[in-house]
């Protein structure tokens, strides 16, 4: 039995993007089957499920597994800071792990932000 949660997206070309820009497409879940087999996404204005193949701009549907948490380790002493070096950085309360990298967990973000990333935080072992 596959326990995997599996997430279909539909992909479009973004009307809004620049030119040669890398950010030139732009997806939306797929939301259900219809039964011919056509993946439908939530038209917002319409309120109502639609083809994504007729909507325009449509490219393709992919399937994306959503990652599974394996495990659970202790912070064990390490922080999470800013790479910047604003900040004196934030305890690690624990990892999740998955299946090929881990996530360290916090009680919340650090201050003054709402998304923590590998390009502006890194993790300190902190040493008392």
Do not use: C
């Amino acid at each position: 039995m596959d326990t995997n949660d599996v997430q279909y997206l539909a992909y479009f070309t973004d009307p809004d993007a620049a030119p040669g820009s890398d950010e030139s497409e732009t997806e939306m879940r797929v939301e259900s089957w219809s039964a011919d087999g056509l993946a439908l996404v939530l038209d917002q204005e319409e309120g109502r499920l639609v083809s994504a193949k007729e909507r325009p701009g449509f490219l393709r549907v992919e399937r994306h597994d959503a990652p599974q948490v394996r495990g659970v380790v202790p912070g064990a002493g390490w922080k999470l800071g800013q790479k910047d070096g604003l900040s004196l950085g934030t305890p690690v309360v624990a990892f999740l792990v998955y299946d090929g990298y881990v996530r360290p967990i916090t009680g919340l973000p650090p201050a003054g932000t709402g998304k923590v990333s590998r390009e502006t935080h890194q993790l300190v072992q902190h040493r008392e």
